[in-house]
């Protein structure tokens, strides 16, 4: 596997910044009424699959001018 580290300066956390905002929306949108470990593996690989459908192809964001992430990379594309 050809997996490069992203290296930026001591305390920057630009690099996380966008996965850490998507981890925040699926736990409390996909996960909000869930134990810790009350669901097994294959359920949560079904809700994080559903929860990636739902939020590429129906759910819109402001910051893309009210489109869905599929519709704005058809737009810019």
């Not at 910051?63 to 599929?70: D, E, I, S, W």
């Amino acid at each position: 596997m050809n997996c490069r580290a992203s290296m930026s300066r001591r305390g920057n956390c630009w690099d996380n910044a966008v996965i850490e905002s998507f981890h925040s929306h699926i736990k409390s949108e996909a996960f909000l009424r869930v134990k810790v470990h009350s669901l097994t593996n294959e359920e949560t690989k079904l809700r994080v699959a559903a929860y990636m459908c739902e939020y590429n192809q129906e759910r819109i964001q402001e910051k893309l001018g009210y489109l869905t992430p599929l519709e704005y990379g058809k737009q810019v594309a």
